[in-house]
């Protein structure tokens, strides 16, 4: 008995015990009127000119190539001015074909005659630009070309080796069809080739030479989604029979030409190669304006890593040419510059816009040009400013303004730059409070 | 009779568990005095001394002296308030653990070595005020949070030495030890796109220190009375800022605490207890100024108990008390005080041929706080569980 007893009364303090533990939950807060708390705060907010924030802007151009974009572009005197053509290049032709003869018996035959065949565009409805039917033209290349950094001019543009198309424009082609693409039917065009046009790629060397499409109608901009080729064949071993062969598409791409005139001074970040904007932090360690900011909070005022509560990059759109406006949203990001010494190839840090960037309408750089846009600098400047009190901490005080999939798309972001009536502005919101105190 | 435990301890954890309480008062001074009272003293209203049998009570120390068994002892109380003040009400809730403690009795000394953990000054309590400011030509809504976590409590080891029959001293040695954490935020509801805000936060954090000494005496002139009284010193209770904490250090002096109570045997089974305790609070330099103070703080109380109940053969008392008290630190310019009534029930598991002891003690109070524009009611558990043996 009493071990049992005894064994209750330790049951009895482990489930109290328990109880006790599980009842530390609690509900202070009061919410009562009257001036209870004996901490008072201030907060206020300050916005500082490009000029009393950064220096050294500089825009470096040239990060990414056409070849990286998931569309070509075809386009003529988009706006009057762009022009862009969709270069591709093709695998040989296949050698042989399983197919079924006379008995019905399926067998591999590998002397095939092409008698024709046919190159499907298909193209993005939604971002393509274009007011009805537009007429294409599909042409095979007569010069070799490297699809990593072709260009309007230059077939090849690297390191030591430059060379020129013999004529602008990756020309010139044999012409081998024309089709008309009507964007309220479909979203392909088809161009039929005769034996004569697939006999100039049935060499491995014509085959990577490819094929250029380019758009008759002026005034549109196509987005080319891709571009696939098909053979038609007669097989030796049943002639009576056509087959289709598939022939895969080794590299697209896409030249362009002009090349945008951006104004001088101007942020400009995307398009493709890719434009960056990068510029140096020259954060004061005490503000002694405005006057506002002065009457509230008394100046000089040291900035603290504590008082800073939000740190945001304000920036005002302008509209770029018209022929590289944004028909879809640019999604922006800031990163540090880790080595700025070593620009336009320094690495850089992790972004300070988060994972998902500044997502920024179309419209901003078209109707509503002098839109605000906002990048978020809250953190960064918490440790530059933590960083000057502590010499240990390295913090970098170049950051980069760059598209966050670099590159994006043909068009681009611009921004007013320093010198303009809208420069950036540094957005500080500050909260000046009391020491806690314990008595 | 282990269903009914069971179900007891059961329902007492689920009413903490929800429980509420604790004082805006406790954002005054040093906080809410928190003291290390069982629930058996709760539920007679009594200031802690003076109770019949033997009990292990950090303000009785010479109430260890007799006791039969090395024992242990733990206190719950879970609170529920309610304030109010210009016409605002506000629920707050709170469990707190106000005592802890060991008793070993040494009997070739005729006397008990005790340690206990008691509390002393809770100093937990949190604020919000909403407001909003201007930011540019917006108005953004503001939360203000103001919490402090922490408090002080009292180590004390003590002995009580029985002389005779009817005499018996106690004195206690101890510490008092704790820390306090405030932390202010500032919340902004800025919901402009692209903007990022974070809270803006400060905070501090102070370690306490400080000695304290307490005696006691008790004497029984009579098998039906029992007069006793006791006297607790503490040095200044130091608060030293810690890393990386803005504010300076300070020192709280402390005043010596006066008690006593008296308990006397009515009739069979029905005893009455009454007790009266003083401390006078006195301004320190760098401390608490005489604005902060209520200056001498009173507080008197008594109950009945009825032990002429058993269940199952196992003792099972009654208990009802009633107390009032002023509280040390002014809230608004105003003494506050504490009224409040109080009933209870203990049920001791106990087995004299096997020399086995054990048992919990319930209280539950209603009481009233007031201090200029602020009221407040309240219900307060205390549920104190023992086990004794050898």
């Known amino acids: 008995m009493a071990t049992h007893v005894k064994r209750m009364a330790v049951a009895g303090l482990l489930a109290l015990s328990s109880g006790a533990f599980l009842a530390c939950g609690e509900d202070l807060t009061t919410t009562l009127a009257g001036d209870l708390i004996p901490v008072s705060a201030i907060t206020v907010e300050v916005r500082l000119p490009f000029s009393e924030f950064a220096e050294d802007l500089q825009v470096w151009g040239g990060y990414g190539r056409a070849i990286q974009l998931p569309t070509g572009i075809v386009a003529r005197a988009y706006e009057g001015l762009l022009d862009a053509r969709t270069l591709v290049r093709w695998f040989g032709y296949p050698r042989s074909a399983f197919v079924t003869d006379p008995t019905g018996s399926s067998r591999t035959d590998t002397l095939l005659t092409f008698v024709g065949g046919k190159v499907v565009a298909r193209f993005d409805t939604i971002s393509s630009v274009a007011d009805g039917p537009v007429t294409l033209a599909l042409g095979a290349i007569q010069t070799d070309w490297d699809p990593g950094s072709v260009t309007w001019t230059l077939t090849v543009d690297s390191v030591g080796d430059r060379r020129s198309w013999p004529e602008a424009g990756a020309g010139p082609v044999v012409p081998l069809s024309t089709a008309t693409w009507d964007p309220a039917e479909s979203d392909s065009v088809v161009f039929q080739i005769d034996s004569a046009g697939v006999a100039v790629w049935s060499d491995t060397t014509a085959a990577r030479r490819g094929a250029r499409l380019e758009a008759v109608t002026e005034g549109v901009r196509l987005d080319v989604r891709s571009m696939t080729l098909s053979l038609t064949t007669r097989p030796s071993i049943n002639p009576d029979t056509l087959v289709d062969l598939g022939v895969t598409a080794q590299a697209r791409t896409f030249v362009y030409h002009p090349a945008p005139q951006v104004s001088e001074g101007s942020i400009i970040v995307g398009g493709v190669p890719a434009w960056r904007t990068v510029f140096s932090m020259n954060l004061p360690k005490v503000l002694n304006g405005p006057p506002e900011f002065c009457a509230k909070v008394g100046c000089p005022h040291t900035l603290t890593s504590k008082s800073l509560v939000s740190a945001s990059l304000v920036l005002w759109s302008e509209a770029p040419p018209p022929a590289f406006q944004p028909t879809d949203s640019l999604v922006l990001d800031v990163r540090p510059v880790l080595e700025p010494s070593r620009l336009p190839k320094s690495p850089l840090g992790f972004s300070l816009a988060g994972f998902f960037g500044v997502r920024v309408p179309p419209g901003y750089f078209g109707d509503e040009a002098g839109s605000e846009v906002i990048l978020p600098l809250g953190a960064y400047l918490e440790q530059l400013i933590a960083g000057d009190t502590a010499s240990a901490t390295e913090v970098p005080r170049t950051l980069a303004l760059l598209s966050s999939f670099e590159p994006l798309s043909l068009y681009f972001a611009s921004f007013h730059g320093p010198g303009s009536p809208y420069p950036p502005e540094l957005r500080l919101i500050l909260t000046v409070g009391e020491e806690v105190r314990l008595r | ?390």
């Open chain 2, 1 to 390: 009779m282990t269903r009914v435990l069971a179900f007891v301890l059961l329902g007492l954890a689920a009413l903490s568990e929800g429980g509420e309480g604790q004082s805006i008062l406790g954002s005054r001074g040093l906080g809410l005095p928190l003291e290390p009272l069982d629930a058996r003293a709760r539920a007679l209203g009594s200031v802690g001394v003076g109770l019949m049998g033997w009990a292990l009570t950090p303000t009785d120390p010479a109430s260890a002296a007799g006791s039969p068994f090395p024992s242990l002892e733990i206190t719950v109380q879970p609170q529920w308030a309610e304030s109010t003040l210009e016409d605002g009400t506000d629920r707050i809730r709170a469990t707190r653990f106000p005592l802890f403690g060991l008793s070993y009795p040494v009997y070739a000394l005729s006397g008990t070595v005790t340690l206990t953990i008691g509390g002393f000054m809770d100093q937990r309590w949190q604020l919000q005020r909403e407001s909003t400011t201007e930011l540019e030509e917006t108005t953004v809504p503001v939360l203000d949070e103001f919490r402090s976590e922490g408090g002080v409590s009292t180590f004390r080891l003590g002995w009580a030495q029985r002389i005779g029959e009817d005499l018996a001293l106690g004195l206690g040695l101890g510490s008092q030890a704790g820390s306090v954490t405030r932390t202010f935020i500032r919340t902004l509801g800025v919901t402009e796109p692209g903007v990022t805000v974070v809270p803006y936060r400060v905070r501090s954090t102070w370690q306490y220190s400080g000695l304290t000494a307490s005696f006691g005496a008790r004497w029984d002139p009579a098998d039906f009375l029992r007069l006793a009284g006791t006297a607790t010193w503490s040095a200044s209770l130091k608060a030293d800022p810690m890393e990386g904490t803005d504010g300076g250090d300070a020192d709280f002096d402390l005043p010596v605490e006066f008690r006593i109570g008296a308990s006397g045997l009515l009739t069979t089974g029905l005893t009455m207890n009454l007790g009266l305790a003083y401390a006078g609070w006195e301004p320190s330099a760098g401390g608490l100024q005489e604005e902060d103070l209520a200056g001498a703080v009173w507080s008197y109380g008594g109950g009945l108990e009825w032990t002429g109940t058993q269940l199952r053969s196992r003792r099972m008392p009654f208990r009802v008390g009633v107390r009032k008290s002023s509280l040390p630190f002014r809230f608004a310019g105003d003494d506050p005080s504490e009224t409040l009534v109080a009933a209870g029930m203990g049920l001791d598991v106990t087995r004299p041929a096997d020399v086995i002891a054990g048992g919990f003690d319930l209280a539950l109070e209603r009481g009233r706080r007031e201090a200029g524009p602020l009221t407040e009611t309240f219900w307060r558990g205390t549920v104190t569980f023992r086990i004794a043996s050898w």
